[in-house]
């Protein structure tokens, strides 16, 4: 059986996600407390007294600690994935399951790119706001026509019908107007902290490029579908050249499904928190089972779940 595993974004965090795995799983318990980080991951992750996991920083370790941990625990139940793919800071949690960085590496790299976001973001009024029922073109449209209030972009290929803009407020409102006007169903606004995926996190990129230049990168045991090229990686580029693009240009999610299904696979985990890509799965390739991973019970009727599709249940 062909698995693809996908590993959930900013944004799906919440206070208590991880605690029940980590009471109940050895494995869990190992990749999570790998890393050395400046702030109490267990605080933060499980109970989130001071707000901290909404702040980027700490959202983006959290982030991978979990989906490492999770990793860990299916991989001792031979549940491993046969090509993967994250979206934004899960593509770090998905080049983890490829072996490219260990648990430890892979947490770290993250809480230094969210520190490196949060700083690239300064002093910049941004928005990005979700557009629902405009296809690609018309939404490439309004914010070329928008470029004059400012910096505005297609920041998110999520699924077919629902993408996202970012940049500067300005031009992000200016490109929602024109896309409302260009016949966009619904224009949302979402709660972030900065124009991510946008050239506006040009320093971000620069930054991790000064990182990664003083680190030894594993090679890849699977296949993995990078954001900002909806594809695997082409021969001649660095993972770490894909790295530092995909802070700072679009996210292809809705082709790295597409591209995982062209690859044949009978089923796709979303290691979480939350269900969002599963969603778009089901939305861009139907056909393909998806199955969200985010709590003990969920790891404990998985197996079960992808014996049914191999079967032809599901």
Not at 16 to 43: E, I, Q, V
Not at 47 to 71: E, I, K, N, S, W
Not at 213 to 227: L, Q, S
Request: hydrophobic residues 45%; aromatic residues 6%.
């Amino acid at each position: 059986m062909k698995l693809g595993f996908l590993f959930a974004g900013q944004g799906s965090q919440h206070p208590g996600m991880g605690k029940d795995l980590y009471a109940a799983y050895p494995a869990f318990r190992g990749a999570f407390d790998s890393a050395s980080l400046a702030f109490d991951l267990h605080s933060v992750c499980f109970d989130d007294p001071d707000g901290m996991l909404g702040q980027t920083r700490c959202t983006q370790p959290c982030m991978v600690a979990f989906a490492a941990g999770l990793t860990a625990v299916l991989r001792e139940r031979g549940i491993v994935p046969d090509v993967a793919a994250g979206l934004s800071l899960g593509e770090y949690a998905a080049l983890h399951a490829a072996g490219v960085f260990d648990a430890k590496t892979a947490i770290e790299l993250a809480a230094f790119r969210g520190e490196a976001m949060e700083r690239a973001a300064q002093g910049i009024e941004s928005a990005m706001i979700a557009v629902l029922g405009l296809d690609r073109d018309a939404l490439s449209r309004a914010c070329e026509a928008a470029s004059g209030e400012g910096v505005a972009v297609i920041a998110n290929y999520n699924c077919p019908g629902q993408l996202v803009i970012g940049g500067e407020k300005a031009a992000v409102e200016a490109a929602a107007r024109l896309a409302k006007e260009a016949g966009a169903r619904r224009c949302l606004p979402l709660r972030v902290s900065g124009p991510f995926h946008t050239p506006l996190m040009a320093p971000a990129g620069e930054a991790l490029a000064g990182r990664f230049e003083a680190m030894t990168f594993g090679e890849m045991r699977i296949p993995v579908i990078f954001n900002c090229l909806g594809d695997v990686k082409p021969q001649g580029v660095s993972v770490q050249e894909l790295l530092v693009r995909q802070v700072q240009s679009s996210v292809y999610m809705e082709d790295s499904i597409r591209r995982m299904a062209q690859m044949g696979v009978d089923a796709i985990v979303e290691i979480g928190p939350g269900q969002v890509l599963s969603g778009f799965v089901r939305k861009t390739v139907p056909q393909v089972p998806a199955f969200a991973v985010e709590t003990v019970e969920d790891v404990e009727s998985l197996a079960q779940k992808l014996s049914d599709v191999q079967r032809g249940g599901c």
